[in-house]
């Protein structure tokens, strides 16, 4: 019985087919030498086996595309190391191009596509758009990605000192105009007095001064009361403009009103456009549920709607055993560290009460029996009282005063001291004007 021919392995001596192509076991190209083999090698030489030599290993090679592929139990014993590449980072612009790209071309063979004509001239616009994405838009952001604060230095370089709309102060300080005011008004029982006002395009004392507009209001202030003021400048100071629009503070000197027994300067800035003048601006002091003040900025304004009025009627009344005198009335928009609620003011009456009698004489609590009444309102005193509890036997000069809060809008008052037992049987009404 024949055995089929072969061929030996040039590299390692393994014995194969001769249909066979790499060698079963070290997987060398058998089709690199026409040796065939036989299973008896012996007999093909008179019974000698022929000496081998062993040979060198082929170089590797690289084969092109054409051959066919090699299998996988004949892969190569050596392998050439080949540095792994790094993945190259991808625009997410560009591949949102790419896609969009991609979807344009393919959209003639989604199922139901009929071809209609278009129009060039949008077509080519939308041409034209996409050239410019993809050759401005891609390289900006590829900049941008690579240097974030680019557009920032670039700003930067477009705003110099010389440009009005500059976020960059100056080094030195620019003109200022000043005008002189010098009107008084009382808030929250602080007297305050508008020195001037002043206007630049920034002020370089103040760290939140705007570039391109600044209004500067130098106060007085004086706050001669027994409280402290308890008020900030960021909520009750506005300048108000031509148009009726309201400006807040940037920043001030001192942020709120002075404590008791003060008298201090202090500044208040604004932002305000150049091109606004300062006598066009109107000082606005007071929140939006208090009685505000409006001075405008002209330095004779008529500020006697906000000024404090007092009048000395010196009207005896005989109370409870007492004789009391109203010696005088005053309406204000502040009490001591206080501004009145919107549409409303401060009546402080001041009385003096004398004891004729032997016996010691309760003067008690003014809310039990004392009212103002003005129109169709008849209020209570706010508990802002400084009257002694008692009037001593054959005593006078107590004195003291009594708060209430009324109506703006008139002048009419009536004081109504009322029949309520232990005090008095009859009702005692004054009446006053102020």
């Known amino acids: 019985m024949s055995q ?38 012996a007999s093909q030489y008179g019974g000698n086996t022929p000496q081998t030599y062993p040979s060198a290993q082929p170089p ?22 080949q540095q792994p590449q790094q993945p190259q980072k991808s625009s997410p612009l560009a591949e949102a191009f790419g896609a969009l790209g991609l979807l344009f071309l393919l959209r003639r063979y989604r199922p139901g596509y009929r071809p209609r004509r278009q129009n060039s001239g949008c ?13 401005v838009g891609i390289p900006g952001y590829l900049a941008y990605k690579n240097n974030p604060n680019l557009l920032h230095s670039l700003q930067n370089q477009t705003n110099t000192p010389g440009n009005a709309s500059s976020s960059v102060p100056p080094t030195k300080q620019p003109p200022i ?23 630049s395009t920034t002020f370089l004392d103040d760290s939140s001064s705007a570039t391109n507009g600044m209004i500067r209001i130098n106060l007085k202030e004086a706050n001669n009361g027994s ?19 309201s400006v807040n503070l940037t920043n001030g000197q001192q942020a709120y009103g002075p404590n008791s027994n003060i008298v201090r300067s202090n500044w208040l800035d604004f932002a305000v ?30 500020l006697s709607a906000y000024q404090t009025k007092t009048i000395h009627p010196n009207t005896p009344i005989s109370y409870d055993n007492l004789n009391w005198t109203l010696k005088s009335a005053t309406k204000s928009l502040s009490i001591n560290g206080k501004q009145a609620a919107t ?24 809310n039990d029996y004392m009212r103002l009444k003005l129109g169709s309102t008849t209020n209570s005193d706010t508990g802002n009282t400084t009257l002694p509890l008692y009037a001593n036997a054959n005593t006078t000069g107590n004195s003291g005063t009594v708060t209430f809060m009324m109506p703006s809008s008139g002048n009419a008052f009536t004081l109504e001291m009322l029949a309520v037992d232990g005090y008095s049987s009859a009702q005692v009404n004054t009446n006053f004007t102020l």
Request: charge should be negative.
């Open 343 to 366: 549409g409303m003011c401060y009546i402080i009456l001041t009385f003096n009460v004398d004891n004729s009698t032997t016996n010691n004489v309760a003067i008690g609590l003014t």
């Open 4 to 41: 089929q021919a072969g061929r030996t392995c040039p590299v390692c001596g393994t014995s194969a087919p001769l249909e066979q192509r790499f060698c079963s076991n070290c997987g060398a190209d058998l089709s690199l030498t026409g040796q065939a083999s036989s299973p008896n090698p």
């Open 60 to 81: 590797a090679q690289t084969y092109p595309s054409a051959q066919p592929p090699v299998p996988s139990y004949a892969q190569a014993p050596y392998t050439q190391y």
């Open 177 to 199: 105009t000043t005008a002189s005011i010098n009107q008084t008004v009382a808030y929250a029982g602080v007297d305050t007095t508008i020195v001037s006002a002043q206007q």
């Open 227 to 245: 409280q402290n003021a308890s008020y900030f400048y960021s909520d009750v100071a506005h300048l108000v403009l031509p148009d009726k629009s």
């Open 273 to 302: 456009p150049t091109n606004i003048k300062i006598n066009q601006l109107t000082l606005r002091l007071g929140g939006s549920q208090e009685a505000q003040i409006n001075i405008p900025l002209t330095g004779n304004a008529n």
């Open 123 to 135: 077509c080519g616009c939308l041409v034209m758009l996409v050239i410019l994405l993809i050759v």
